[in-house]
């Protein structure tokens, strides 16, 4: 499967890159969320993997954009620093899980692949 990593912090994002290419994934990743919804496309990418807190463009409005762009996009949330007003607004826009850092990592490969069969 094709996935999108958005997430400000580098390391996070190479590592997590890592981790799912091990699996047999292809992924990319994006430093910004402007770069993210800019180079978003569903037929090229069948999950977004998105931090909720950068500069610029957050993670929120990037899902909010991604979803315009592509109702049924399949959005993880992973960050961080989550605040309750965040997590209710991308509960909204349907994410398909939020996993907070350090997130553990059988979980979040065994929600990709749940995901994977059913998209």
Known sequence: MRIMIVDDNIDAAESLSDLL???GHQVEIF??????????????FKMVMMDLKMPGMSGVEAI???KAIDKNASVIVISGNTVL????????L???ALFRKP????????R????????
Request: net charge negative.
């Open 85 to 92: 007003e965040d997590l209710e607004e991308v509960s909204e």
């Open 103 to 110: 997130y553990d990592v059988n979980e979040l490969i065994h």
């Open 64 to 66: 909010r954009q991604i």
């Open 31 to 44: 430093l910004s969320g402007d770069s993210a919804v800019t180079a978003y496309d569903g037929d090229k």
């Open 21 to 23: 290419e091990l699996e």
């Open 112 to 119: 990709i692949h749940q995901e994977s069969l059913s998209g």
């Open 94 to 96: 349907g994410i398909k």
